[in-house]
């Protein structure tokens, strides 16, 4: 070859190379592996998930390309480390309990909290053990297992989730006709020939090697490779009745806010608690999957919003976005209009369009569309005012808006709810029909406008000489307009959000709910009223 010419086969590998790079770059949702996501996440979790948690990280890991370093211990010893700082900015927290990642959020060390799965308490034993092989002996209740000279091993209550929630539900149990409740026993024998150990898989182990004769684990223990050939498990009735009143939800993940890449590693949550990645492990451990979102490595979510909201809310979205590694396509838009559109597309895919959320500008219209949604709350109100040019006196009362030769602009009731409210609010007060004969008059003006933010520019322009607008539209005009207030009690317009029923990505939405329920100072800024009050543990 001579000096200078292009090696033809440096140019293919060079070409390839190239191709896969662009191939990979335009995959779909953004699913490459940006460079920041090459440094492994740190992530804190239960000892006793330890197996289905490393499955869905091998996963992940497959398909990313994320490593992830992974510190196992007891839900409360996790705890009590985050809260000394022991770990260098740790990203997630996956704990055995909810009990760990509410107080984790309550101590401002985590933000977000995604469900994952309930699991319960099992009484287990060696496969040889008489307990499992003779069934005439198999205990039938509690008394029946206190009673008998068996070596225990228990979760330390004071480090793990399972010792902790067993010894609150023995609390609540008494032993038959003594006075100590079950607990209080329990813990004696074991205090006299068993031992109490700091993780759910050491009392595993304890049982497994014949150290004890018994323990109790999680149902998911029992079923891990390491234990499933050696081990077997009850559940007293005693147990079952009453461990979802006393323990509740199980397994979750919270985001900490010591992470420095909480984008990166929201994204790793939502794979663990996705309907279609993390969650079938769980299932197959032999614990219950809480009601997941589908993956997608950047969700997109529709969000229909009523136009009176989105000064106070849209700062809300963008943040969202930011954080989540999301896309919030957001439609403003009369109400009207807004549930007029999904009644052209309920019932087709997601993809079609239909809202995952929704956010009214008053109860009026979420009351028309609720049987496609499910949750709601009420996150703000404001009240339904007369606005008039500064230091006109020509309307001083709801009557005067018939009078000839005043003009009016209101809202269109079948398309905004301002314009619904209006007519509501007129008819109640006699004028409505007065005044739609007026809007038939000749040389007589009375404008209908689609959207609340359409009406007080008409005062702007001098159009019209009063319009009927909420007063949260008039706040950034306060010194150019006068506002009369209507004596009416259908002068309050509550703004409800609420999550539709085919939405795939509701625990999505019950995030961003969290977010607009921290934002109490953009929405009285904007001129609502707020009515939320933040609680970690809200149902919504």
Not at 258 to 273: D, G, H
Not at 308 to 327: C, L, S, Y
């Amino acid at each position: 070859m001579r000096r200078g010419a292009a090696n033809p086969l440096l140019l293919v590998l060079l070409g390839g190379a190239l191709l896969v790079a662009a191939l990979w770059f335009l995959l779909p949702g953004g699913e490459r592996r940006d460079v920041g996501d090459q440094q492994p996440l740190t992530m804190l979790v239960a000892a006793g998930l330890r197996s289905p948690v490393d499955q869905i990280l091998e996963k992940y890991q497959n398909e990313y390309g994320v490593r992830v370093e992974v510190q196992y211990g007891g839900s409360n010893m996790l705890l009590n480390q985050l809260k000394v700082n022991k770990f260098d900015q740790p990203d997630l927290y996956l704990a055995a309990d909810a009990f760990y990642t509410t107080a984790a959020v309550a101590e401002g060390l985590a933000a977000e909290v995604l469900p994952l799965a309930t699991q319960e308490p099992v009484i287990a034993f060696r496969a040889d053990s008489p307990l499992a092989t003779a069934v005439d002996d198999q205990p039938s209740s509690w008394a029946d297992l206190i009673g008998r000279d068996l070596r225990w091993s228990l979760a330390d209550p004071d480090q793990a989730a399972i010792g902790r929630g067993v010894k609150r539900l023995l609390e609540r149990l008494e032993t038959g006709g003594e006075s100590e409740n079950l607990w209080a026993a329990l813990e004696s024998q074991t205090t006299r020939s068993g031992v109490f150990k700091p993780t759910v898989n050491e009392v595993a182990n304890d049982i497994k090697i014949g150290a004890v004769d018994v323990g109790i684990v999680w149902s998911s223990t029992v079923a891990s490779p390491e234990y499933r050939e050696q081990l077997r498990s009850i559940t007293l009735a005693e147990l079952a009745e009453t461990v979802d009143a006393v323990i509740g939800d199980q397994v979750s993940i919270a985001v900490l806010t010591s992470s420095t890449r909480p984008t990166a590693a929201l994204r790793l949550a939502r794979f663990i608690a996705a309907t279609d990645r993390g969650l079938p492990v769980f299932e197959d451990f032999g614990m219950t999957p809480a009601d997941g979102d589908v993956w997608a490595f950047k969700p997109e979510i529709t969000f229909f919003c009523g136009a009176v909201n989105r000064r106070a809310i849209e700062p809300v979205i963008d943040a969202f976005q930011q954080r989540e590694g999301v896309v919030i396509n957001t439609v403003f838009d009369g109400c009207g209009i807004l549930t007029g559109r999904m009644g052209t597309i309920e019932g087709q895919s997601q993809r079609s369009g239909f809202p995952d959320v929704y956010m009214a500008c008053d109860r009026y219209y979420l009351d028309n569309v609720q049987d496609w949604f499910q949750e709601d709350v009420d996150v703000s109100q404001t009240e339904i005012v007369m606005v008039v040019p500064r230091g006109s006196d020509r309307v001083k009362k709801l009557s005067d808006l018939i009078e000839p030769g005043i003009r009016v602009s209101l809202g269109e009731p079948d398309q905004c709810t301002i314009g619904a409210l209006t007519r509501r609010l007129l008819q109640q007060a006699g004028l409505y029909e007065q005044l739609k004969d007026k809007q038939q008059a000749a040389g007589e003006v009375v404008v209908e406008k689609s959207s609340s933010a359409l009406i007080v520019p008409d005062i702007l322009t001098g159009n019209v000489d009063v319009a009927i607008a909420y007063r949260n539209d008039v706040l950034e005009h306060q010194d150019e307009v006068d506002v009369i207030a209507i004596d009416s009690p259908l002068t309050r317009a509550i703004q409800p959000l609420s999550i539709a029923r085919n939405s795939q990505f509701k625990q999505l939405v019950r995030r961003l709910y969290r977010q607009v329920e921290q934002a109490e100072q953009n929405f009285e800024s904007v001129g609502f009223d707020f009515l939320l009050t933040p609680e970690p543990a809200s149902e919504f």
